[in-house]
């Protein structure tokens, strides 16, 4: 093979495995990338009519993401905008905010998602504060 074809032939390989190599995690699997959000709401309904409570996002709140055996696999907490974002291997999950503050009811339920290998999943994690 000539020198020309060897250096445009390794090129070609550099090239695809680049575009291969796309969101994986720390062992090369793929990943899901996850973009979730944490809110909470909470008013007096003042009756049927009423509108509904406005939701708040909730900075500063722990989210605790678990796989389907209930074992943590991250930790994060909410940003300013009370937004979160990680990247998971694909599975099924829960994300649950973890001591969330006043005036949030303590057991806060967990919100089931599923994590699909090189996709974007949006997850909206309630807080709530017990006020109907």
């Not at 007096?44 to 678990?66: D, E, L, Q, R, Y």
Request: proline residues 11%; aromatic residues 4%.
């Amino acid at each position: 093979m000539r020198p020309r074809h060897i250096a445009a032939s390794l090129v070609v390989a550099f090239v695809a495995t680049a575009c291969v190599g796309g969101a994986h995690g720390a062992s090369g699997t793929a990943t899901a990338t996850v973009v979730g959000t944490v809110s909470s709401s909470g008013c007096p309904v003042a009756g049927p009519a009423a509108p509904p409570c406005p939701t708040t996002p909730a900075t500063g709140v722990t989210i605790s993401i678990s796989d389907a055996s209930g074992k943590e696999v991250v930790r994060i907490t909410s940003d300013d905008g009370g937004g979160f974002r990680t990247q998971l291997a694909p599975g099924h999950f829960t994300a649950k905010a973890i001591d969330p503050p006043p005036p949030a009811m303590p057991g806060q339920k967990p919100v089931a998602f599923v994590a699909v290998a090189h996709r974007t999943v949006h997850v909206a994690v309630p807080i709530d504060t017990g006020i109907r």
